[in-house]
């Protein structure tokens, strides 16, 4: 049955949807129906195509009480948008259906597992808040709220666990039928722990084991884990909050967090081996991963950060959008990211120049477009002598520009978008330290529309920031300080022919 405060949001973003033109939109990153999103939620492969719900507040461009927005691809780049799928109309998620997962029940059903929100009314008219998880089951466009909700609560805690910060569930299904469960959670100490449940039916959950505690070293609470093995080696996901910064590896606020290790199913305790950044870009957060049909693993992030939310004004018609699929692979004990390969299909007008000397600024014909996948490779023009800097701008015209530049003395990337038409005194500027193999930089920029996504030495590094420069800022300029010798391949990114006539 749906509810009325359903019904009204999908009637709602309905209408809202059609004042969107298809221009005012990322073309192939996922963004809100209408109003507010954040973080991506049951990412999933169910009846034939990849199913993405996420944190949504259709009726202002703001955060407000969480719903679950819900769209549908068939190869992560197209999207189409289903009617939202959970509204907070329960006594139990009053105050927001907060992040969860997905998984399909062997009876061919999709269970979905979410926080609820709700507040405590304690003596003295204070609040608390209280988060439980919840279960929803459904055909893939309406979802049912499970009558025994919630299935997990203060009493599947651990001794001292938080009531007020237990959320995000992210559930899996194991080779055996059964399910696992890694929930985020805050510890006695105010520091965050990943907690892991079993579960033989979906439905009924037991507290196994503390997988993972953070004792105050990266940051507080940590938000939406995800758990999985990859090539070999286990990983662990999670967004902390309240960061402090840690050399060019961690900045301050919230942050990505990704632990590589061990993971023992029997203890239910996860061993850490190596500790990196997600992203080292401006805004990306909370990201989850599927597996897909062929056996890869691909992650979605929110692009998107707390902290710069201000970037963006709440009287736009929207806020909010996913970040580029990645296809995550293990080398050399680091997590590599790669742009699914499905976005290849989409390249179109391929333009090509090898060994280009940069020693000024210069522009080069048939470089330039706000939906585009351009790979540079830099070395140093003269092999005695280093340059200082490289830099490329885009989204560029006489008043703005989005730059990325490279100091190879400092080793030292740095994507500043200070210029790129922003009002508003936020984050603009993040620093990263790369690697430079065999004296080159490759670096791969893929833009769409108010986003650029930097992949530097085929996915060692990724480094993502939102721009919202007006379209007509298209240009592409390169610079350098010393002599620095370039190759440059560019394709316009197309979903289909009819986006040519732009
Ligand atoms: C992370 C987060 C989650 C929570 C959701 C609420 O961005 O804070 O922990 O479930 O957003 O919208």
């Known amino acids: 049955m749906t509810s009325q405060t359903l019904r009204e949001a999908r009637k709602y973003e309905e209408a809202c949807e059609k004042r969107i033109k298809k221009e005012e939109r990322p073309a192939f990153h996922l963004s809100t129906r209408t109003g507010w999103m954040n973080d991506p939620n049951g990412f999933s492969w169910y009846q034939g195509r990849y199913h993405m719900f996420y944190q949504y507040y259709p009726y202002e461009s703001k955060w407000g009480p969480m719903h679950w927005g819900h769209a549908v691809s068939e190869d992560l780049l197209r999207w189409d948008y289903l009617p939202a799928a959970l509204a907070p109309d329960e006594l139990y998620d009053m105050d927001g259906c907060f992040s969860g997962s997905a998984v399909e029940l062997s009876d061919g059903r999709q269970l979905l597992m979410y926080t609820g929100v709700s507040r405590e009314r304690l003596r003295q008219g204070e609040h608390r808040e209280v988060q439980t998880q919840c279960l929803a089951i459904g055909d893939g466009i309406d979802y049912e709220k499970y009558a025994q909700n919630p299935v997990l609560d203060a009493n599947d ?57 953070n004792f105050n ?14 090539d070999g080696t286990w990983v662990l996901l999670t967004s902390p909050q309240d960061m402090l910064p840690e050399g060019f590896e961690y ?20 061993r850490e081996t190596h500790n990196q950044s997600v992203d080292y870009g401006i805004d990306f957060y909370a990201p989850q991963t599927v597996l897909t049909p062929d056996g890869r693993r691909v992650m979605i992030g929110w692009m998107q950060n707390w902290d710069s939310c201000g970037i963006r004004s709440p009287k736009e018609k929207w806020f909010g959008q996913m970040s580029l699929p990645r296809e995550l692979s293990i080398k050399g004990g680091r997590l590599f990211q790669a742009p699914i390969r499905e976005l290849e299909k989409m390249r179109r007008d391929k333009v090509e120049y090898t060994g280009v000397t940069v020693a000024d600024t210069i522009w080069l014909d048939g470089i330039k477009g706000r939906k585009l996948d351009m790979e540079l490779t830099i070395r140093p023009g003269n092999p005695k002598e280093l340059y200082q800097k490289f830099a490329v701008r885009f989204a560029q015209n006489e008043r703005y520009y989005t730059a990325l530049s490279f100091r190879p003395r400092e080793s030292i990337l740095k994507i500043d978008r200070k210029f790129a038409g922003s009002r508003r005194a936020s984050i603009h500027q993040r620093r990263s330290l790369v690697r430079m193999v065999e004296n080159e930089l490759k670096l791969r920029i893929i833009l769409d529309r108010f ?41 316009e990114l197309r979903l289909d022919e009819a986006d040519a006539l732009e």
């Open 157 to 213: 805690l651990p001794k001292g666990g938080s009531v007020a910060d237990f959320r995000d569930p992210k559930m899996w299904k194991r080779a055996d039928g059964t399910y696992g469960c890694v929930i985020g959670n805050r510890a006695a100490d105010g520091s965050g722990q990943i907690l892991y449940y079993t579960s033989e039916d979906g439905f009924h959950w037991n507290f196994k084991s503390i997988l993972a505690s």
């Open 217 to 230: 070293r990266f940051g507080k609470m940590w938000e939406c884990p995800d758990l999985f093995e990859l």
């Open 251 to 270: 900045h301050n606020g919230n942050g990505t967090l990704c632990l590589l290790g061990e993971f023992d199913e029997k203890t239910g305790f996860f």
């Open 451 to 491: 986003s650029v996504e930097v992949f530097v030495n085929d996915g060692e590094q990724v480094l993502s920031a939102t721009i919202y420069t007006q379209q007509e800022a298209d240009g592409v300029s390169f610079f350098a300080d010393g002599v620095v010798n370039m190759d440059v391949v560019k394709y």
